[in-house]
């Protein structure tokens, strides 16, 4: 079997196939265990341990299925939740170095959750710990062939079934063809869509074009979450721009506006569901910092101040030990001066549509971790990211082994798929990397945080106009590796077919809900709570909403 993307849950995925008897091949576009989002993640992950506090799954599903508004597919919720702690335990054995006290693991208070159930590895480091782990994991397993430097380009399905993939080896130019009697797809979100994001730079959306390519159906795509408090001032080198919620969980640092007032308290009833303690959900905390913005009061780089200068020095120090030295070679005293901070494209809620075993609607064609839509709804509870990359990792692994190993013979490679990119031609124009830009800022502005009729209409304007800018042969500079105008409209052509699955149904959604936030129709609907599926008809993407078709 064949998976596709190799951060935290296609690690998993890999490593629970095959352990149930699987032959691996665990394919990546970049390096290893160290591209994607699991590596860059420093906060927290949830599980209902109980370790300090008493605490069942259930009530973790409760929060869950809250922060989606309604929105959840709840029996993925509930195996996120149920499963959440027996994986977390899991990486306790794999002495991934949880945080402890008093021998307990520790788990902290997040927004949105009822109690104190977020686990982490210390001084902002549960990512990489996380994906050492899984690396080590990997090197001790046996059945798994990794391969990077391979772009997948696409699915291959025959008779309707997933088979294998084209690819391109980007070291050397090599069309690659693999043949699997079934594929995982675990590429991650589409948060590079965006001017500010906190994505690697692989995570265009390439699992969601994939997937629809292939005939799957995608779900919630219209569900972005922006993170409130990305860093935006001073500069910050060498750190991940969504630091500072570590910071928030253990300090309490103070959200000031331009007049150094706090702020939170104005916004926390605004959908009725402050619990009292005025911490902000993320959905919520965006609007409030972008409100104040508006508002004339933001700080000076056009965000809002994040203070922790009521914390005595030797407790920051203690809480953050060496991150403290870091930040100190920035030119930052947390102790003497706020920061500036502003919502940032972060996660995304939607993606591909799967069953209870992760299986799409094309056959022998799988996916988990952010690839993956629906346990989430419009909103994600802070700390649910890497739990979903470890649960729905392990269980995609598993079924998809399940069936690799009962399937029988090898497909033929996809001729599309290779013709496409012996096409591959040099020419001057467009500027593939020009574009790239152009569709970030674009979808920055039009489909952003707060979003509106006509926004929405000139960004899907725009997106069909530079769809047909760069036409349907890809664009090379070179006949050899490592050829980044050929790589550019190979993202681009994922890219604009993604932004576009985000679009419509944003443009559908004639209400405000989650991360779904628009300004022409503030209020939630108790019409529209329901998902959006998108999926690709010949060349044309179309946006349904349960059996009733929605005009795009």
């Known amino acids: 079997m064949l998976v596709v993307g190799a951060g935290g849950a296609g690690m998993y995925a890999a490593l629970e196939a095959a352990r149930t008897g699987a032959d691996?091949?665990?394919?990546?576009?970049?390096?290893?265990?160290?591209?994607?989002?699991?590596?860059?993640?420093?906060?927290?992950?949830?599980?209902?341990?109980?370790?300090?506090t008493p605490d069942h799954w259930e009530h973790h599903l409760g929060d869950t299925i809250a922060a989606g508004r309604g929105l959840c597919d709840e029996k993925l919720a509930a195996i996120l939740c149920e499963d959440g702690p027996r994986r977390i335990r899991e990486m306790d054995g794999w002495k991934v170095g949880w945080a402890r006290e008093d021998g307990h693991i520790k788990q902290v208070q997040a927004p949105g959750h009822d109690r104190p159930r977020c686990v982490y590895v210390d001084f902002l480091s549960t990512g990489p710990a996380v994906s050492k782990t899984l690396r080590g994991q990997l090197n001790e397993a046996s059945g798994i062939r990794r391969i990077g430097d391979l772009l997948i380009v696409d699915i291959t399905v025959r008779d309707g079934e997933a088979c294998g993939a084209t690819a391109l080896h980007l070291a050397t130019g090599t069309i690659v063809t693999i043949a699997a009697r079934a594929v995982v797809i675990a590429t991650g979100g589409l948060t590079r869509l965006y001017r500010r994001n906190s994505a690697s730079s692989n995570m265009g959306g390439d699992g969601y074009a994939l997937a629809l390519r292939a005939g799957a159906e995608l779900v919630d795509m219209e569900f972005v979450q922006f993170f409130p408090i990305g860093h935006l001032a001073p500069r910050l080198v060498g750190m991940d721009p969504i630091m500072w919620d570590p910071f928030r969980y253990k300090l309490g640092g103070k959200l000031l506006n331009a007049d150094m007032r706090e702020f939170e308290a104005d916004y926390a009833n605004r959908d009725g569901r402050s619990d009292g303690r005025y911490v902000l959900t993320r959905d919520l905390a965006t609007y409030a910092i972008s409100k104040e913005v508006e508002a004339g009061r933001g700080s000076p780089a056009g965000g809002a101040y994040l203070s922790f200068q009521h914390v005595a020095p030797d407790e920051i120090r203690r809480a953050f030990g060496p991150v403290v030295d870091r930040l100190a070679a920035n030119g930052i005293d947390l102790a003497r001066q706020p920061i500036e901070v502003a919502p940032i494209a972060h996660y995304h809620m939607g993606g591909i549509r799967v069953d209870e075993t992760l299986e799409t609607r094309v056959t022998g064609l799988f996916a988990c971790g952010e690839a993956i839509g629906g346990?989430?709804?419009?909103?994600?509870?802070?700390?649910?990211?890497?739990?979903?990359?470890?649960?729905?990792?392990?269980?995609?692994g598993r079924h998809a082994a399940l069936r690799a190993v009962k399937q029988s013979g090898a497909a033929e490679p996809d001729v599309a798929a290779i013709d496409l990119l012996r096409r591959a031609t040099r020419r001057d124009a467009p500027n593939t990397a020009a574009l790239v830009a152009a569709v970030q800022s674009l979808m920055a502005e039009k489909?952003?945080?707060?979003?509106?009729?006509?926004?929405?209409?000139?960004?899907i304007a725009e997106l069909a106009e530079i769809t047909n800018e760069i036409g349907d042969n890809p664009i090379a500079s070179s006949a050899g590796g490592f050829d980044p105008v050929l790589v550019d409209w190979l993202d681009l052509r994922n890219m604009l077919l993604v932004a576009h699955a985000v679009a419509l149904p944003a443009l559908a959604r004639t209400e405000s809900r989650g991360a779904h936030q628009r300004e022409d129709y503030p209020g939630q609907s108790d019409n529209w709570g329901v998902n959006q599926i998108v999926e690709l008809a010949g060349q044309t993407l179309n946006v349904t909403l349960a059996e009733k078709r929605i005009a795009a």
């Open 24 to 52: 691996v091949i665990l394919a990546d576009r970049s390096l290893i265990g160290r591209g994607g989002a699991t590596v860059m993640a420093q906060m927290t992950v949830a599980a209902a341990l109980g370790e300090q």
């Open 447 to 459: 489909v952003g945080p707060f979003r509106a009729d006509d926004k929405l209409r000139s960004a």
């Open 375 to 396: 346990a989430n709804g419009a909103n994600r509870l802070s700390g649910n990211a890497i739990t979903e990359t470890f649960v729905f990792g392990a269980r995609a």
